[in-house]
């Protein structure tokens, strides 16, 4: 099973030009993906730089034959025309999909700091080696106080989730009515921006034991690369929110998954984004 997740900017690559198609082709050039976790998707936001305002979910579901997309809007506001503009995340995935979850994350006011409401995506995918949540999101990059809550707020899912998984909940009637009840497996994958470096207290404490015995997370590249700094995910092609290259985006697994974790791998060549696509590989 091998899971990409890319804050692809809008599409906006680093000559400026939105170009969902040139995301798309850098995607197949990097091989085949079970399932792709995406950052920065918009809906009808044309005020975004180089934006014409397209609906890039339907646009990148057009792209990406045969997968099933699922879209998070984080921020949801009106627009000038009576519509909606959105913008949030996406998983487009080959493999079955059960249940899906749109956890809007804790936004704690920080005064005087620029910030906007975020989200985690849930959805829980069928493998060869049973169910398996894959979450992902994209916490906020300028207030450091709103990241810390929106990292207590995931641990918290996850415990939820292992809970569920530990016991699970009763049906009731026919199958196919509300109280269906669908796998919530405590097996888990969460990725995306994290907006904070690989050497932050953020990453510890999103790393943290859990005292219900919760399955912990482990950082993938840790895993696989025991001792070593991370590879970096941004800043390869210069950018102007950090002064050096450094890992933002990551992929932590549950630490049941840590003997099934085979590959870990960062695509440095692309110019799609502001960000570099990273991936890991399942067994």
């Not at 397209?54 to 579901?61: F, G, K, S």
């Not at 493998?127 to 990059?141: A, I, Q, S």
């Not at 404490?205 to 696989?224: C, I, K, M, N, T």
């Amino acid at each position: 099973m091998r899971l990409l997740t890319w804050n692809i900017q809008w599409g906006r690559g680093m000559d400026g030009r939105v170009d969902l198609g040139r995301v798309a082709r850098d995607l197949r050039g990097m091989g085949e993906f079970d399932v792709i976790c995406l950052q920065e998707v918009a809906v009808n936001f044309p005020g975004l730089a180089g934006s014409d305002g397209r609906d890039q979910v339907a646009e990148l579901a057009a792209l990406l034959p045969g997968y099933t997309p699922i879209y998070a809007p984080a921020t949801d506001l009106p627009d000038s025309r009576g519509g909606r503009k959105q913008f949030g995340n996406a998983i487009f995935s080959r493999l079955p999909v059960g249940q899906v979850w749109r956890h809007l994350l804790p936004w704690p006011v920080d005064a005087g700091v620029p910030s906007m409401q975020r989200v985690l995506l849930e959805v829980v995918a069928r493998t060869e080696f049973g169910p398996l949540r894959v979450m992902t999101t994209h916490l906020e990059y300028y207030s450091l106080a709103q990241r810390q809550a929106q990292i207590d707020a995931i641990r918290r899912l996850h415990a939820e989730a292992c809970a569920h998984a530990r016991q699970p909940r009763a049906g009731e009637g026919e199958a196919g009515d509300s109280f269906e009840v669908f796998p919530r497996p405590a097996s888990a994958l969460l990725c995306g921006d994290m907006n904070f470096p690989a050497r932050a207290p953020e990453r510890p404490r999103l790393l943290e034991p859990f005292a219900d015995g919760a399955p912990a997370f482990l950082d993938s590249w840790s895993v696989l690369h025991p001792g070593e700094p991370h590879a970096p995910t941004v800043g390869i092609h210069p950018v102007d929110f950090v002064a050096a290259p450094a890992c933002f985006d990551f992929v932590f697994l549950s630490e049941d998954l840590a003997p099934r974790l085979a590959a870990h791998g960062i695509d440095a060549r692309t110019t799609a984004s502001d960000h570099q696509p990273v991936w890991v590989e399942l067994v």
